[in-house]
């Protein structure tokens, strides 16, 4: 299977900031490497698709690039409905695998 | 409006069984592969199972293989996973998902509309 690894694991902007969160596959995958967004207790949400392509609806202050084994996911400036979790999910190989998440929390 | 509705958790025992639903409206379900996400209790999302358009292909995790059936009606609109032999490790919050694509051999491109989770716990 492939492991996915985010870091950090939670971190902690102001209203804002510029925040990067990255995300390393254990093997290469192109660009088959996907963000959600997930608030709680609320279904994950699709922010970019394909490594860089924003997903219909989301704000442009959300982007992405990577490929092959590292990856990153962009806000250029937070936002307060921006505060919550993140996954990052390769999505080449079955079993599709996600990163273990990462917290942004208010500073 | 394009949505996903989820039925059938709840409580069941160490070695029971239990059918998910997930009823599909607003796009064309037949076109598009489906799949099931769960997320225990504080934890990660952990994809489960999907099922291909038309319903000829099956893919699952290895801990939920020989244990979970995944499977479709179109006509219905509604496709479903069948766990039996559940475990208390079982216990989670299930999705289902649209895929945003499918290509061959397992590759996707994302999931891009989720329904709003279905609770199952498993405990005697």
């Known amino acids: 299977d492939i492991q996915m690894t985010q870091s950090p694991s939670s971190l902690s902007a102001s209203v804002g900031d510029r925040v990067t969160i990255t995300c390393r596959a254990s093997q290469a995958i192109g660009t088959f490497l996907n963000w959600y967004q997930q608030t709680p207790g609320k279904a994950p949400n699709l922010l970019i698709h394909s490594a860089s392509t924003l997903q219909s609806g989301v704000p442009s202050r959300f982007s992405g690039n990577g490929f092959g084994t590292d990856f990153s996911l962009i806000i250029s400036s937070l936002q307060p409905e921006d505060f919550a979790t993140y996954y990052c999910?390769?999505?080449?190989?079955?079993?599709?695998?996600f990163g273990q998440g990462t917290k942004v929390e208010i500073k | 409006e394009v949505q996903l509705l989820e039925s059938g958790g709840g409580l069941v025992q160490p070695g029971g069984s239990l059918r998910l639903s997930c009823t599909a409206s607003?796009?064309?379900?037949?076109?598009?592969?489906m799949s099931w996400v769960r997320q225990g209790p504080g934890k990660g999302l952990e994809w489960v199972s999907a099922?291909?358009?038309?319903?000829?292909?099956?893919y699952y995790a290895d801990s939920v293989k020989g244990r979970f059936t995944i499977s479709r009606d179109n006509s219905e609109s509604t496709f479903y996973l069948q766990m039996n032999s559940l475990r208390v490790d079982d216990t989670a919050v299930y999705y289902c998902?649209?895929?945003?694509?499918?290509?061959?051999?397992?590759?996707?491109?994302?999931?891009?509309?989720w329904g709003q989770g279905t609770t199952v716990t498993v405990s005697s």
């Open positions: 999910q390769q999505s080449l190989h079955i079993p599709w695998t």
């Open positions: 998902a649209k895929d945003l694509g499918f290509g061959g051999n397992g590759a996707g491109f994302g999931m891009d509309v």
């Open positions: 607003g796009f064309t379900f037949g076109s598009y592969a």
């Open positions: 099922i291909s358009g038309s319903g000829g292909a099956t």
